[in-house]
């Protein structure tokens, strides 16, 4: 109550933190539990965001492509990407607004000023059960059942931690089935959509 004193701002921030962490639509329930099983640090909650919150996943996308070209960026230059995707309208920059900030209160980004960031240093992975929920939670947020390995390990989305190579050896999840197509292209598949 005193980090948030207005009590409409607890009421949203309520609901946000129940459909990640109390009560996830059925399809993340098992991922949802899989995490609670991790220590709570930033990739965990980062890959429940991004699992819950397509736009999430859409402002870390924007953010990490950009931060890309430049360590430093402004509020201005992702609102403007987020515009193109879902259309200038004010709810887009008040929703980019606020995830920008939990960006900030996880400490992947580094305010520099009024809506002006620094992209904070790589986070290095060293927990690897969180691997196979990465690559699940990436692969719904695209909205898909498969992805190529390659193209998870490198997702703007996942800017904010180094993620070496994952190899089907780390991968150990029941919904999770390693492929590969020829010689070279591995790919990750949803085996199925409920526990």
Not at 62 to 76: N, P, Y
Not at 121 to 141: D, G, H, S, W
Not at 175 to 191: F, N, S, T
């Amino acid at each position: 109550m005193e980090e948030l004193p207005g009590k409409d701002g607890r009421r949203k921030t309520f609901t946000v933190i129940n459909r990640i962490w109390v009560s996830p639509s059925e399809e993340l329930t098992a991922l949802r539990d899989d995490a609670l099983k991790l220590k709570p640090d930033t990739i965990v909650h980062w890959v429940m965001c991004m699992a819950a919150y397509p736009f999430f996943a859409s402002v870390a996308e924007v953010t990490g492509r950009l931060s890309s070209l430049d360590d430093r960026l402004s509020k201005h230059q992702i609102i403007r990407r987020l515009y193109e995707k879902y259309g200038d309208r004010e709810i887009v920059e008040r929703a980019g607004r606020h995830v920008l900030r939990t960006f900030v209160e996880l400490g992947v980004l580094i305010s520099k000023g009024r809506g002006l960031y620094q992209k904070a240093e790589k986070i290095q992975i060293v927990n690897k059960p969180i691997l196979p929920l990465i690559v699940e939670a990436t692969i719904r947020t695209n909205g898909k059942k498969m992805m190529p390995v390659k193209e998870i390990a490198h997702k703007f989305a996942l800017f904010p931690f180094r993620l070496h190579q994952l190899s089907h050896e780390i991968i150990d999840n029941d919904r999770i089935e390693y492929a590969r197509h020829g010689l070279d292209k591995e790919i990750y598949i949803l085996k199925n959509q409920y526990r």
